[in-house]
């Protein structure tokens, strides 16, 4: 066998690999990705090997249902689709000091009660991690920790032990003898999250891989490694606030419009049962600019409360700024409500944000921007019962959105009296009792109604 040395330079956002250094990447397009790595070449003789491959129908597949374990953790098991399925690959990605080991320990602390759980840490020493132990509890004996980088010795000790969960914390941190190039690299990152799903795949032991996240917010290494891994868990929030949300961006074993919502507290991570309430704390009274709306999670409601600050400016361009929501999109529903209302709004500062930190992409919100705007700008106080949702078009009509029922519904429980929402969804709702529910069919309705 001979080998040998070669420079290559692989992308550091998608992995394609190139012989010579780029300023673009022909793959994905992005600009400065390439870094230089040294791989190693074998030359061996191509020996072909024969074995036996079963091609079946589609009818004689037996696709029974995933028995799923929980985790402990609603909020979790709620993002997983409903718990964990044995084998499955998962990748949990968050800004540094976000919470991704703490939730992650806590899961072993919760199931290593009845499971045999294996903690991997190639970042902390186990002091350290008996420290952030102590402060959560009592942990079974069947949780093992090891603090190893080398690949080889990690997937000898799982195949050994066949434990039932396993956490690596983290992917960037681990190095395969094999491969030439640093940890952390696009090879060592590749070919160790390839090592970590054949385990998952052929023992049937979930994986659980903590992956480090770029200055952009996406998990740092190849894009490759997203596809490999069944589950892709992303750790969002402000790490100097409380409350943390995780969101999955992939799932093949359920859905991925779901979120938990968690608070940081000293003895780690709490969910978080009621996040509307949570994120309604501390609203201010009979203050203009104040509105609460209502966006979908998933199946569940989220009871958010946007203020808008209107004033005049004092130069030739105003300023906007938008905070927890879309820019461009404020931008727009200005412009609606100057072209069909009447607004001059066109010489004022505007600044929208959505308290609490949290972010909301949702068009159910644009009424809610709309209204809080003008409150505003007319410094009208809303009634602080009231709750609006629904989409504004360019025309200025009120569009309807997904699953009003359950927007009302949530609205009753958490003590609103008054609900505007679009009119052709009015015939959703009418069982709904308890509460007020108005339709508007355009701003200039819901304007009247401030």
């Not at 009753?412 to 508007?440: N, Q, R, W, Y």
């Not at 200039?444 to 109604?449: G, I, P, T």
């Amino acid at each position: 066998m001979a080998k040998g040395k070669k420079t290559v330079y692989f992308c550091q956002n998608c992995g394609h690999e190139e012989t010579k250094w780029l300023g673009q990447c022909p793959a994905c397009k992005e600009w400065n990705t390439f870094a230089e790595e040294k791989v190693t070449t074998a030359k061996t003789a191509a020996v072909r090997q024969q074995r036996e491959v079963r091609v079946l129908s589609l009818s004689e597949v037996s696709a029974d249902d995933h028995s799923r374990t929980k985790t402990g953790l609603d909020e979790l098991d709620r993002v997983l689709g409903g718990g964990i399925v044995p084998g499955s690959l998962i990748l949990v990605g968050g800004d540094p000091g976000i919470g991704k080991s703490t939730l992650l320990l806590q899961v072993c602390q919760r199931l290593s009660g009845e499971k045999q759980v294996l903690y991997v840490s190639g970042e902390e020493s186990l002091a350290q991690i008996k420290l952030r132990a102590n402060r959560m509890g009592t942990f079974s004996d069947n949780l093992k920790l090891l603090c190893e980088t080398n690949l080889d010795t990690i997937r000898n000790i799982i195949e050994n032990r066949r434990p039932n969960l396993v956490v690596i914390d983290s992917i960037q941190t681990m190095y395969n003898e094999e491969v030439a190039s640093a940890p952390g690299s696009v090879s060592q990152v590749r070919e160790s999250t390839n090592v970590f799903m054949q385990l998952a795949k052929g023992l049937g032991v979930t994986i659980f891989i903590v992956g480090h996240v770029t200055k952009e917010g996406t998990v740092a290494g190849p894009r490759v490694l997203e596809h490999m891994v069944d589950t892709v868990l992303y750790f969002e929030g402000d790490r100097h606030a409380s409350y943390r949300i995780l969101r999955g961006v992939k799932n093949r074993f359920g859905s991925t419009n779901e979120i938990g919502v968690f608070e940081m507290r000293q003895n780690g991570l709490t969910e978080v049962e009621n996040p509307s309430e949570y994120m309604l704390s501390g609203r201010p009274e009979n203050a203009s600019g104040s509105v609460v709306a209502c966006s979908m999670e998933g199946t569940r409601p989220l009871l958010i409360e946007i203020q808008a600050l209107v004033c005049q400016s004092n130069f030739g361009m105003p300023r906007r700024t938008a905070t927890g929501t879309d820019y461009n999109r404020v931008n727009l529903l200005m412009a609606v409500l100057e072209k069909r209302i009447g607004l001059h709004m066109s010489n004022c500062d505007a600044y929208v944000n959505i308290a609490g930190g949290i972010r909301m992409s949702e068009p159910a919100i644009d009424l809610g921007i709309v209204m809080a705007l003008v409150s505003s700008y007319k410094n009208r106080p809303i009634d602080e019962k009231m709750l609006v949702f629904g989409e504004v078009g360019l025309s200025g009509e009120v569009r309807a959105v997904n699953m009003p029922e359950q927007r009302v519904a949530e609205a009753g429980k958490l003590g609103f009296e008054t609900c505007i929402i679009p009119a052709v969804s009015l015939h959703m709702v009418k069982d709904i009792t308890g509460i007020k529910v108005i339709g508007v069919k355009n701003v200039s309705d819901a304007m009247n109604l401030i």
